[in-house]
């Protein structure tokens, strides 16, 4: 998977949210979206690919994610 193109619209800031309250399920924890972060960078970080990651968390554009908000990554 290539490098995102737009890292300015990656790290757009809306503000943050809550952390999930429910379990994430065996395997996986929660992670919040810092600036700077990009798909590609946090399923590097997790050992896993960005289709996983967008299938888990049911993103679209994997080119727009939110600083803030709290995906679900394999531990």
Partial sequence: MS??????ALNE?????AR???DPGPGYQWYQV?????LTRIA???GTDVKTLQTLNAIKNASLIIKGSWL????
């Fill in 44 to 46: 590097k970080r997790f």
């Fill in 34 to 38: 810092v600036k700077g972060d990009t």
């Fill in 20 to 22: 999930p309250t429910a």
């Fill in 13 to 17: 800031v809306v503000g943050g949210a």
């Fill in 3 to 8: 490098e995102f193109v737009n890292e300015e």
């Fill in 72 to 75: 679900k990554v394999p531990q």
